[in-house]
């Protein structure tokens, strides 16, 4: 199994600041069609996961671009520019490329 | 708008069984693959079944293998998973999504295995 490390496990950061989380793959997630099938979630205090970028870099509609991705093969950064309130919940990276998908352990995002 | 609702979830005992179903709207459910994804209490989310657009192929991680069944109506654009042999470890908030890049999720249903 594809085993994700996500770290930090928890972040409290201040309004306005930037902050990254880190996720590492055991295996590249290259598919054989040349994609990579590394996505970011949110998941906010009672609710379902969001979808925020897919295929390591690209926005879904309605996320602020104060939101990135990148990283190739095995090892993937979310980057959150100027955090606001609305962004606190706990964020999970997820691979599809290989059965049986896998996500890693999520990082809690607080704010200060 | 997409909306996937699931439904079917509650407490059951351990040993028995139980239908979960997920009604999908919004966007064309037989061209797409599907997937379960579940959620024990305060744990992290956790794959357990995917099936192709048409359900001619099927997958399962290994601890719900011969006792989960996933299927698919197109007709009725709804996703099932059948969940036979229940036990405590089950119990979780169980997810339909849209594969393969996860991006719809449903509400979720609650599933409690306990006597």
């Known amino acids: 199994d594809v085993v994700m490390t996500q770290t930090p496990p928890s972040l409290s950061v201040a309004i306005g600041q930037s902050v990254s989380i880190s996720c590492k793959s055991s295996q590249s997630l290259v598919y054989s069609d040349g994609k990579t099938y590394l996505h970011w979630l949110l998941q906010s205090s009672g ?58 352990s999520g990082t809690k995002l607080e704010i200060k | 708008e997409v909306q996937l609702v699931e439904s079917g979830g509650g407490l059951v005992q351990p ?39 048409d359900g001619s192929s099927t997958y399962y991680r290994d601890s719900v293998k011969g006792r989960f069944t ?23 908030t169980y997810y339909c999504t849209r594969v393969r890049n996860f991006p719809y999720w449903g509400q979720g249903t609650l599933v409690t295995v306990s006597s």
């Open chain 2, 15 to 53: 040993g028995r069984s139980m239908k979960l179903s997920c009604a999908a709207s919004g966007f064309t459910f037989s061209n797409y693959g599907m997937a379960w994804v579940r959620q024990a209490p305060t744990k992290g989310l956790e794959w357990v079944a995917t099936i192709s657009y």
């Open chain 1, 47 to 104: 609710r379902s996961p969001k979808r925020l970028i897919y295929q390591v870099s690209n926005l879904d509609s309605g996320v602020p671009d104060r939101f990135s991705g990148t990283g190739s093969q095995k090892d993937f950064t979310l980057k959150i520019s100027r955090v606001e309130a609305k962004d606190l919940g706990v964020y999970y990276c997820a691979q599809t490329t290989h059965f049986p998908l896998t996500f890693g």
């Open chain 2, 70 to 92: 996933i299927s698919r109506d197109n007709a009725k654009s709804t996703l099932y998973l059948q969940m036979n042999s229940l036990r405590s470890e089950d119990t979780a």
